[in-house]
């Protein structure tokens, strides 16, 4: 009997910006480590530069970063018809802000200092379905 060649199993893609490099990475070990493919950047601007960008399915951004929030950040991908979904992450819960996100498209936001499990069940969540 012949065996069919095994077809690569395609891992979710994830865009993740923080200018905080240490928390950047540790949030990419974190996920790349449950086999999400994690595009990491450290500024809006190089996110927004990359032309692979608009393949993958969930951003993660974080809030005050210099240069563009991210707030700006998902307007900007959604201007490009960014369908994905999306998952913002504060330090600063700033009153109204979580209403702010909502309205443009974030269907969760996090406060740091993020507990792993709360960011994963959050990802999780954000895979499972359809970009609303």
């Keep these: 009997m012949q065996q069919l060649p ?6 979710p893609r994830l865009l993740l910006v923080d200018d905080d490099a240490g928390a950047r990475r540790a949030l990419q070990l974190l996920l790349s480590g ?33 240069g563009a929030d991210g707030l700006d950040v998902l307007a900007r991908l959604r201007e490009r018809r ?6 913002l992450i504060t330090g600063y819960p700033e009153p109204g802000l979580r209403a ?12 740091k200092p993020l507990a792993d499990a709360a960011l994963l069940k959050a990802v999780d969540v954000l895979m499972s379905g359809p970009a609303k």
């Design 34 to 66: 449950r086999g999400i493919e994690v595009r990491a950047y450290g500024a809006a601007a190089d996110l927004l530069a990359d032309p692979t960008a608009l393949d993958a399915s969930i951003l993660v951004a974080d809030y005050r970063m210099p």
């Design 82 to 87: 960014w369908a994905g979904r999306a998952l």
């Design 100 to 111: 702010k996100a909502q309205a443009l498209g974030y269907e969760r936001v996090l406060e």
């Design 6 to 11: 095994r077809q690569p199993t395609e891992r």
